[in-house]
């Protein structure tokens, strides 16, 4: 069978042919194997560019055009060791670009592949959270509202089910899916109600279904078949470099244009001053600029893992640097994400519940003292009712290192607090659900904000079952209606409420005493939800909220909280010294939002809270004005997240909005950086945001943006480093050509050193780990050029420290060697060069002392400098390669002379950092 026709099948015949199982799902060996035949789930990227497309576009380059022309002409004119040299040099430059850019291609493939959505499957009768690109043809998956469909899928399963294919069939809304019927084969695709489809989205409900096409098999892979891929687009950081290196690239070549110029006026061979010309062109000209920006960002990235916080986008890498307000949202964000239960309250009685977590153990307490809760008829049904009426599982996941089992919760957070507390009462899913099988269920809605579900009580599944704990005056139905929800609305829905004696009315008394335990959970920062119920006669044909959720009976209220993250607070008072403000953007309630804002220092003496009704009672003008002493939002709708961030842009802030739902997307997109939970997270969000996080946690955030800042930082260091170096030797020829001195550097030698002292030193700077006290400086101004003026003050200093070096070291070798200008050639060769390799160390740190950060802290600036310094070692004492570069070997009477030229530009940018670090007010020692 094709899986074209899954839909004209029934689904034994389907489960037949695919060799699954409905509650089993496909064994680990079996779905291993179907993998090695099918392939990854996930559409096919274009090919990689090959070896030989690499190289040649290398090649793809004027300067580089020139540079091969001029070795052609010094082919012809018998100049055979310059043509080799620079030959060979032309083609070890192209090999260094095409290894960059292939680990950069490799680098970004990985962190796609790490942003692919993930599905929930069934596998080995256990429910497992998969990326998707590992589903196979038989495997069971589930859906759910706010998720992308992981692989075309056959429905089994649809409640209230309705997916957006407007990505596939252009259906302007969701598509109300059947599972049970079986269609035409030749029906049309967008009236297949019985299949779900890659690529669209679950709007509502929740369904079951069973993979029949994965990757290009499916009907979107079809589409991308017949779709022409783009280019990728730069990055704004990368066209603000780019048009950075082609305007220094035309003034490097006016400049080296005037020099040969210059130097055939003077009567200099023109052969000669060609060669010298294009040379310093190629060496002053920073042609791998975008490759090393493309390899620093891609391995910052990669650190950005390891912190937990995927960039899906390039560009969020340098917005990170310059954020300065953080709207977080509290659950899981702030807080740990594991609710757990620990008040519950019945017929006057308030109870207490210990433990941690999602574990099942724990006790129930009254007054300090053991309750037994099996032994109370209400809060046995309140615990019975609250695990039923509920979609989460408890299932082990494992052992810890001394042996003790340890537990996973598979669905919300909110639901699984209470299945465990339900545990701890010893009241398991498992046995209830066998003992009381659901059959019909009204899903949550934000509208009712309640959650029903029936269950069958007389025992026709067959199934031995203990009663159900209802009182002895109270007779058991033979069909039961539990009802979960917002317990100010549910209580407007009931009529009666449960004692231990029997049912009696609701009366105003007690529907105040019931709304007062709720408020003062409320008021400890507990999350609270009740239960009541409805006894049935019969089942519902078409169970809905207006037929069940009216006449209930209440039961009892449970309260649970999220404890704050430990590493949380210590993260907000980081992100306060680097200048970033923290807010809170919860849809919980105020009392809530409240206690976990002071808990976390959140919340400061002056600070405000403003909730979503009154900010609704705000007008625009109004709010950006308040808005900066505003720290939390409570009870806010995803439209009041889209005005919280415009409001801060319009102050001129860099704004980070996470968000985990569908409707987060709006804000995602609006803010500067929109960050996604990768746990909690729908597609929806992750596929909008620019970062996602893998740990759902606030202090990651605040982690990512330090990593952000280091990593603009070093992108300037070596900016500055690879321009002042370049400035330096355009200007060491230049003068000397107005000072009609002989030329101080061969061709060969300044091609020599473009490729020593621009490579493995500029990358070395690219892996410095940052200035400890990065995030105690003032965010990054967005407007600020790469080149600011503290920059250019650095490159003009640099500049002139160099050239005074090497032309010093130029004319002493003259007065030294009169008749020997390759000796004096070979002194300012070495001095350009050693200083250069110098200089990297220095650039290691914009303000800080090289002494301060540690001479030697970064080992791969050492292995850069070290091996660098033996290829110039290698130039000047093997004698093979001396006629090459016209080089000398230098006594150590020649090396003591030249040291003090040699450090002049290291103590030239010492002293710059000693007077900005005066200027602004930093001390020399890092903290």
């Known amino acids: 069978m094709r899986e074209q026709d899954a839909h004209a099948q029934p689904i034994e015949t389907l489960l037949n042919t695919l060799r699954t199982h409905l509650a089993q799902g496909l064994c680990d060996k079996e779905a291993n194997a179907r993998l090695a035949k099918h392939g990854p789930n996930e559409l096919k990227e274009r090919p990689r560019p090959t070896f030989w497309h690499l190289l040649l576009g290398q090649f793809n380059n004027f300067l580089i055009l020139i540079l091969l022309v001029s070795a052609v002409i010094s082919l012809f004119l018998g100049e055979y060791v310059d043509a080799t040299a620079i030959m060979a040099i032309v083609v070890l430059n192209a090999i260094l670009g095409v290894v960059q850019e292939s680990k950069a291609e490799e680098a970004l493939a990985a962190l796609q592949k790490m942003a692919a959505p993930e599905a929930r499957v069934i596998r080995s009768g256990h429910i497992h959270t998969l990326p998707a690109r590992e589903l196979v043809p038989g495997d069971v998956v589930l859906l759910e509202a706010g998720h992308y469909v992981p692989a075309d899928v056959r429905l089994v399963k649809a409640i209230n089910l309705k997916i957006d294919e407007a990505s596939l069939t252009g259906e302007s809304v969701p598509v109300q899916k059947d599972a049970g019927t079986v269609l035409d084969r030749e029906i049309p695709l967008g009236d297949r109600r019985n299949s779900a489809f890659m690529g669209t989205m679950v709007t509502y409900g929740r369904g079951k279904g069973i993979v029949i096409a994965t990757g290009m098999h499916t009907q979107f892979g079809l589409i991308a078949e017949m779709l022409q891929s783009y280019e990728q687009e730069p990055t704004p950081l990368q066209r603000k470099l780019d048009q950075l290196g082609r305007w220094l690239g035309i003034a490097c070549l006016l400049i080296c244009g005037l020099v040969g110029l210059v130097g055939v006026l003077r009567g200099l061979p023109p052969l000669e001053m060609f060669m010298t010309a294009v040379s310093l062109a190629i060496a002053a000209v920073p042609e791998g600029l975008p490759a090393v920006v493309t390899i620093c960002l891609a391995l910052g990235m990669q650190e950005m893992i390891r912190r937990h916080a995927l960039i899906r986008r390039l560009p969020a890498v340098e917005t990170l640097g310059s954020a300065t307000v953080i709207c977080s949202d509290k659950t899981g964000t702030l807080t740990q994400n594991e609710m757990m239960v620990v008040r519950c309250w019945a017929e006057g009685r308030s109870l207490t519940l210990t433990g941690k977590g999602y574990q099942p153990h724990g006790e129930f307490l009254q007054a300090g003292r053991p309750f037994d809760p099996l032994a109370d008829p209400v809060v046995r049904l309140l615990c019975q009712g609250?695990?039923?009426?509920?979609?989460?599982?408890?299932?082990?996941?494992?052992?810890?290192?001394?042996?003790?089992?340890?537990?996973?919760?598979?669905?919300?957070?909110?639901?699984?607090?209470?299945?465990?507390?339900?545990?701890?009462?010893?009241?398991?899913?498992?046995?209830?659900?066998?003992?009381?099988?659901?059959?019909?269920?009204?899903?949550?809605?934000?509208?009712?904000?309640?959650?029903?579900?029936?269950?069958?009580?007389?025992?026709?599944?067959?199934?031995?079952?203990?009663?159900?704990?209802?009182?002895?005056?109270?007779?058991?139905?033979?069909?039961?209606?539990?009802?979960?929800?917002?317990?100010?609305?549910?209580?407007?829905?009931?009529?009666?409420?449960?004692?231990?004696?029997?049912?009696?009315?609701?009366?105003?008394?007690?529907?105040?005493?019931?709304?007062?335990?709720?408020?003062?959970?409320?008021?400890?920062?507990?999350?609270?939800?009740?239960?009541?119920?409805?006894?049935?006669?019969?089942?519902?044909?078409?169970?809905?909220?207006?037929?069940?959720?009216?006449?209930?009976?209440?039961?009892?209220?449970?309260?649970?909280?999220?404890?704050?993250?430990?590493?949380?607070?210590?993260?907000?008072?980081?992100?306060?010294?680097?200048?970033?403000?923290?807010?809170?953007?919860?849809?919980?309630?105020?009392?809530?939002?409240?206690?976990?804002?002071?808990?976390?220092?959140?919340?400061?003496?002056?600070?405000?809270?403003?909730?979503?009704?009154?900010?609704?009672?705000?007008?625009?003008?109004?709010?950006?004005?308040?808005?900066?002493?505003?720290?939390?939002?409570?009870?806010?709708?995803?439209?009041?997240?889209?005005?919280?961030?415009?409001?801060?842009?319009?102050?001129?802030?860099?704004?980070?909005?996470?968000?985990?739902?569908?409707?987060?997307?709006?804000?995602?997109?609006?803010?500067?950086?929109?960050?996604?939970?990768g746990i909690t997270g729908t597609d929806v969000s992750k596929e909008t945001a620019d970062m996602v996080l893998t740990d759902d946690n606030y202090a990651s955030i605040v982690s990512a943006v330090e990593a952000g800042r280091i990593i603009y930082s070093n992108i300037r260091k070596f900016v500055f480093y690879l321009l002042s170096c370049n400035v330096g030797e355009i200007l060491v020829i230049f003068l000397a050509m107005l000072a009609r001195l002989p030329v101080p550097l061969k061709p060969i030698q300044l091609l020599w050193l473009n490729l020593v002292t621009d490579g493995a030193p500029a990358l070395a700077l690219g892996l410095e780990k940052g200035d400890t006290d990065i995030m105690r400086r003032p965010p990054r101004p967005t407007n600020e050029p790469v080149i600011n003026r503290e920059m250019q003050w650095g490159i003009v200093i640099q500049s002139i420290a160099i050239t005074t070096a090497v032309l010093a070291a130029f004319l002493c070798g003259l007065q030294r060697f009169p008749n020997d200008l390759a000796a004096a050639q070979t002194l300012a060769f070495v001095t350009l060069t050693t200083s250069e390799l110098f200089r990297a160390f220095t650039s290691r740190s914009e303000y800080h002392s090289i002494f301060s950060i540690g001479l030697l802290s970064n080992r791969w600036m050492v292995i850069a400098v070290g091996s660098s310094f033996l290829l110039l070692l290698a130039v000047l004492y093997l004698p093979f390669l001396q006629p090459f570069f016209s080089t000398v070997p230098l006594s150590l009477q020649e090396w003591l002379l030249i040291l003090p030229l040699i450090l002049l530009p290291s103590i030239a940018a010492e002293l710059t950092k000693l007077v900005l670090r005066r200027l602004a007010g930093r001390a020399t020692p890092i903290p």
């Open 386 to 677: 609250v695990a039923q009426c509920n979609d989460a599982l408890l299932e082990p996941s494992g052992q810890t290192a001394n042996g003790h089992a340890t537990w996973r919760m598979v669905g919300d957070p909110t639901e699984g607090a209470l299945v465990v507390a339900a545990t701890k009462a010893g009241l398991w899913k498992e046995e209830l659900e066998s003992a009381f099988p659901r059959l019909a269920e009204v899903p949550f809605e934000s509208e009712r904000k309640r959650m029903t579900t029936v269950h069958r009580t007389d025992g026709q599944s067959g199934n031995e079952k203990s009663p159900l704990p209802l009182p002895p005056t109270v007779s058991s139905p033979p069909y039961i209606a539990f009802v979960k929800g917002a317990p100010d609305l549910l209580l407007e829905q009931c009529t009666h409420m449960m004692t231990s004696n029997g049912i009696r009315p609701l009366d105003e008394t007690w529907r105040d005493r019931c709304m007062a335990a709720n408020e003062k959970m409320s008021r400890q920062a507990l999350r609270v939800l009740g239960l009541a119920y409805r006894p049935l006669e019969a089942p519902p044909a078409n169970p809905n909220a207006e037929t069940l959720e009216r006449e209930l009976t209440f039961v009892g209220l449970m309260g649970m909280i999220d404890p704050a993250r430990p590493e949380v607070k210590p993260a907000i008072q980081v992100a306060k010294r680097a200048g970033l403000k923290s807010v809170m953007v919860t849809g919980d309630y105020p009392q809530t939002a409240i206690a976990i804002a002071r808990e976390l220092n959140l919340l400061s003496e002056g600070g405000k809270v403003l909730s979503g009704t009154e900010l609704d009672r705000i007008d625009n003008t109004s709010f950006s004005t308040m808005v900066e002493n505003i720290e939390v939002y409570a009870r806010v709708s995803p439209q009041h997240k889209v005005r919280i961030v415009k409001a801060f842009k319009n102050r001129g802030h860099i704004v980070a909005m996470t968000g985990d739902g569908v409707n987060d997307a709006p804000a995602l997109k609006r803010a500067n950086i929109g960050v996604a939970m």
